[in-house]
Nanobody, 122 residues
Framework: QVQLMESGGAEVSTGDSLTLSCTAS????????VAWFRQAPEKGREGVAF???????RYADTVKGRFTISKDGANKITYLQMNNLKPEDTAMYYC????????????????WGQGTQVTVSS
């Protein structure tokens, strides 16, 4: 059974940094595409950072240059380092994984964590 568990969400101020973690179990981690999505109140879930199964890393334009996704294969952890946070980054952040190519959309990922809340105050 595949399980993903996020941690690290917090309430921070504009300009602060924060690192989210996602610990996976029940999967062959190195073969999976992984990603971070976020969902603000009354908005759809949007992808912000991706590591495809072939190692390609991609970012949404809104976070490029500020967020960094990485993964620790040995410990099955995916990280999202977030720098220079802005109030518009406020959202519930979800990690996702898929044995296939994943892609950039919610529908491309089979497994999801429960989310961790990030709140950025101005």
């Amino acid at each position: 059974q595949v399980q993903l568990m996020e941690s690290g969400g917090a309430e921070v101020s504009t300009g602060d940094s924060l690192t989210l973690s996602c610990t996976a179990s029940g999967l062959t981690f190195d073969d999976y595409s992984v990603a971070w999505f976020r969902q603000a109140p009354e908005k759809g879930r949007e992808g912000v950072a991706f590591i495809d199964g072939d190692g390609t890393i991609r970012y949404a334009d809104t976070v490029k240059g500020r967020f960094t996704i990485s993964k620790d294969g040995a410990n099955k952890i995916t990280y999202l380092q977030m720098n220079n946070l802005k109030p518009e980054d406020t959202a519930m952040y979800y990690c996702a994984a898929d044995p296939g190519i994943g892609g950039s959309c919610v529908a491309g990922f089979s497994y999801w964590g429960q989310g961790t809340q990030v709140t950025v105050s101005s």
